[in-house]
């Protein structure tokens, strides 16, 4: 029975447990970012959270980069009690909890068993809280969507954007290269977990450098979000097959990522 190849293509060290649970279960795991997390150097002045009612992180990495600059400027930083720390996903707030500065009360995020895991999830629980924040700051990277910005400013509120990091195309390795070359000479037993828009970009210029889009087109792809598989559509077409076009759908934790891949790749081994 041919072997499955799993790529992860999320940035390094945020692949969790995937990787371990799928060479379990006989899958080679190649763990090939797309981007690379670049943190930016902290601002003379960090803006505090005692000057707003919200701020959002949109990333564990954000969140990460955020408090590490709280903390550089004063070691001794304790969380306002009414600023909320929310979280556009369930596993991201996990970070926020860790951080043992923040009220569990404060901190808010999509329950863990919402499917999707976005700023509409996130809006949708903060409008049953009846929270309608004056004053919001969303900590992010350079780039990145703009829908949550926009919708809680046409609501009246004062949105300040606070970049903590850049992410760039991850250059690989001839090893990385020769890896991913090797695995789609069967792209029917390759599996993709694509977990950004902006990943998917960078992946797809990795591929075309080396050549490989033709044989990627027919490759098996998990994405995070329905917005990260119409991408994927949009570079792959018009020359993908039908599989390329419709992928797997997963949650961000890493049971789901696991799930939906094994799930993937049964078909795919079928002789």
């Known amino acids: 029975m041919p072997v499955t190849h799993v790529f992860l293509t999320r940035p390094v060290g945020r692949n969790g447990e995937v990787p371990g649970r799928l060479q ?13 997390l670049r943190p ?13 009612d919200l701020v959002v992180f949109v990333s564990r990495y954000a969140a990460q980069r955020y408090l590490a600059w709280l903390r550089e400027q004063n070691a001794r930083f304790t969380w306002p009690p009414h600023t909320l720390a929310a979280t556009v996903g369930a596993t991201s707030a996990q970070v926020l909890h860790d951080a043992g500065i923040i009220p ?3 901190i808010v995020h999509p329950p863990h068993d ?9 809006l949708a629980v903060l409008q049953a809280r009846a ?15 703009n829908w949550l910005s926009q919708t809680l400013a046409a ?3 004062q949105v300040d954007l606070l970049p903590v990091y850049e992410r760039v195309a991850t250059r690989w390795t001839p090893k990385q290269d020769k890896a991913i070359a090797f695995a789609l000479q069967t792209p029917q037993h390759c599996v993709f977990l694509l977990t950004s828009s902006e990943g998917v970009q960078a992946l797809a210029a990795g591929v075309r450098r080396l050549g490989l889009m033709a044989a990627w087109s ?19 077409a018009p020359g993908s097959g039908e599989d390329a076009r419709q992928p797997s759908l997963c949650r961000p934790d890493d049971d789901s990522i696991v799930q939906v891949i094994q799930a993937v790749a049964k078909p795919a081994a079928k002789p």
Do not use: C, N, W
Not at 114 to 122: K, N, T, V, W
Not at 218 to 236: M, N
């Open 114 to 122: 919402a499917q999707e895991q976005d700023s509409e999830a996130l």
């Open 131 to 145: 929270m309608v924040p004056r004053r919001v700051l969303i900590v992010r990277g350079t780039q990145g969507r």
């Open 24 to 36: 379990q279960v006989g899958m080679v795991v190649h763990e090939l970012p797309a981007l690379e």
């Open 155 to 157: 609501k009246g509120a």
């Open 104 to 106: 569990h009360s404060s």
């Open 40 to 52: 930016l150097p902290r601002p003379a002045s960090v803006p505090q959270p005692a000057g707003y």
């Open 218 to 236: 027919q490759a098996r792809f998990v994405v995070r979000h329905e917005r990260i598989g119409a991408t994927l559509q949009s570079v792959l």
